[in-house]
């Protein structure tokens, strides 16, 4: 299958590591792979779909980047890192209040130069795509060309950072002599699960894909998936022929709801540090792991040999509320 062109940033292949004490402790075998070390400024998953959408963005004569996310948004903070890197400029429309404390990702923002915009919740909610439109069309007027977009880069061509990433993980079976029967990752706005869905499926690869959900509810990503397929064909012509049932979101992690933290969560990250020598982020990776490790001991991965957890970054998402509670 032809894929569309990408501009290389990341650090790949990104390792894979076996998690030794959890696995010994949970009578299973857990891998992780490292992609909270693709980079440093330009670090995590979002930097796999950023190769494919910022490449269309130059092809298009673009020199600016639009797009959005949470006041702790990595994929903002990463797309801020990109233009810098390219000479671009980037804005960002950050769900959030300007007196909010400069720290974490809203903090390299700033220190990466990204004009930003703050908005409402129900703003964000509701027209962030309009806002983003709007802001194009100011820029277009100063002579500029803006790319937008959507938020975590969640959509079609995005979703090939996660096809590629998926072939990577074949190659590394190869390598490491292991077979991953069940992959695992955190769902915040989908397109990391349906890139992993949509390389599995293509590649006659027959591991289950789960996706331990952050925010919203399985009915809500399982929907999303389904609709980032068909932006996908737009791209390659190839279509994914499954149902909602095949898509495996392990609901009921989300906690107290999306970037808060509830004190076993955070106990669970600091242990797992201390066992495993690896940090999880409170947001996305700490929830997804928290999720696995509970669907382990109630039995959802019996029938699965040797687990894949990915590890899809964020460590700059330790804001000091998140903090307040280690
Ligand atoms: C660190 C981290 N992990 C996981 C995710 C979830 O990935 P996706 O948005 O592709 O579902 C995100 C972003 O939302 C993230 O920043």
Known sequence: MKLPKRIGFANLPTRIEKLDRISQELGTQIYIKRDDQTGSEISGNKVRKLEFAVQEALDNGCDYLITCGGIQSNHARATAAVAAKLGMGAYLVLRGKEDSEVEGNYFLDKMLGA?????????????????????????????????????????GIGSFGYYKAMEEILEQEKELNIKFDAIVTAVGSGG????LYYGNYINNNDAIIYGVNVCDNAEYFTNTILELFKEIYKYTGEEVLVGKEDIKILDGYVGRGY??????????????AKKEGVILDPVYTGKAMYGLVEEIKKGTFNKHKNILFIHTGGIFGWNSFARSLV
């Open 192 to 195: 990391t699960y349906a890139g």
């Open 259 to 272: 970037a808060l933290s509830e004190p076993q969560e955070i106990e669970f990250i600091q242990n797992f």
């Open 115 to 155: 004009k930003i915009k703050f908005i409402t919740p129900e703003e964000y909610k509701n027209s962030r795509m309009d806002i983003m439109e709007e802001i194009k069309k100011g820029l277009d007027k100063e002579g500029h060309k803006a790319y937008i977009l959507p938020e975590g880069a969640s959509n």
